[in-house]
């Protein structure tokens, strides 16, 4: 009797007919060898030129491989389906309920969040916090409150980068340009973020957003910046960066935790989520309370 025989005609627990066998696509290693590719290709641009041939033959022979695979004809495999009997025991006795809101199929955490606003608010707050403690580094280190300015726009705008020493600390519209623009946009996405995150962390919201996320984000800066920018880097006064990072965090996480917190949406239809008005969803127009007003 071979393997196929075995196989009973209906699964007798869920009265479902079990094929005999089910096509399955080929395992292929293709789709690895292409994510190595990329990874080299992108490696190389912080170590070898090498680096990006290598990853840009093993992308290559990744997406032909991978294509070979499936074009003209997928390739697909046969594989025996076999009905196996489940057992499940318990030695409760009661299945026990966690009591939730009414009318709630599941619990949703946090049940409470911060509007989009507090984040908005919490970056604007903590951008100003950073600038200010950015720009007294500047002054009581290197007397010009310049150099902090141009230092961030060095970290993206290719011009301030050719300024030597004695050039930034002076005043450049371009750079001071660049530096407000970066700022501002992470700053605002970084708060975005903090009233996005604070309220899973409601016991330690300062800890987390004034102290922990600053000093994660340093130690990530300071781990690449000698390999993306090594000029910027040999510039920059560590200490002041996390001071200013910290005064980020905490003006912002202050800001945030000061808000009103509404509740989520999780629980409620797609269609109420969006706005939409649907039967037996939302209020119908002409009731009661739409006459008396």
């Known amino acids: 009797m071979s393997e196929h025989d075995q ?11 079990l094929p005999g066998e089910v096509e399955l696509p080929m395992p292929t290693a293709w789709p690895i060898v292409l994510a190595l590719g990329f990874t080299l ?57 966690i009591p939730i809101a009414p009318g709630v199929a599941r619990a949703w955490l946090p049940l409470e969040t911060y509007p989009i606003s507090a984040g908005l608010k919490g970056g604007i707050a903590g951008s100003a916090a950073m600038a200010v403690a950015a720009c007294a580094f500047g002054v009581l280190k ?22 030597t020493p004695e050039q930034l600390m002076s ?5 001071f340009g660049a ?24 016991r330690r919201p300062i800890l987390l957003g004034g102290l922990l996320a600053p000093a ?10 000698g390999l993306l920018n090594p000029t910027l880097e040999s510039r920059i006064n560590w200490f002041w960066f996390v001071a200013s990072q910290v005064a980020f965090g905490v003006v912002a996480g202050l800001v945030v935790i000061r808000q009103q917190r ?26 009661d309370e739409d006459k008396k007003s």
């Not at 230092?151 to 980068?161: G, N």
């Not at 530096?179 to 962390?201: D, E, K, N, T």
């Open 262 to 287: 509404v509740p989520t949406w999780e629980n409620l239809p797609w269609a109420v989520r969006a706005g939409i008005e649907a039967p037996g969803m939302m209020r119908t127009r002409g009731g």
């Open 216 to 225: 994660l984000w340093s130690i990530l800066i300071y781990s690449v910046l």
């Open 171 to 175: 005043f450049h519209w371009d750079s």
């Open 179 to 202: 530096a407000l623009l970066i700022h501002g946009v992470v700053s605002i996405l970084v708060g975005l973020l903090y009233g996005a995150m604070l309220p899973m962390f409601s």
């Open 41 to 97: 290709v992108f490696a190389g641009l912080l170590t070898s030129v090498s680096v990006s041939v290598l990853g840009a033959v093993l992308t290559l022979a990744g997406c032909v491989g991978w294509f070979r695979e499936v074009l003209p004809k997928e390739h697909a495999e046969i594989v025996p389906v076999f009905a196996e009997e489940l057992s499940l025991r318990t030695e409760r006795q009661f299945v026990n309920k």
């Open 142 to 163: 290197v007397g010009s409150i310049w150099y902090p300015i141009n230092l961030l726009a060095a970290a993206f705008y290719y011009e301030t980068q050719r300024l």
């Open 7 to 17: 196989i009973p005609e209906l699964h007798k627990a869920g009265e479902l007919e």
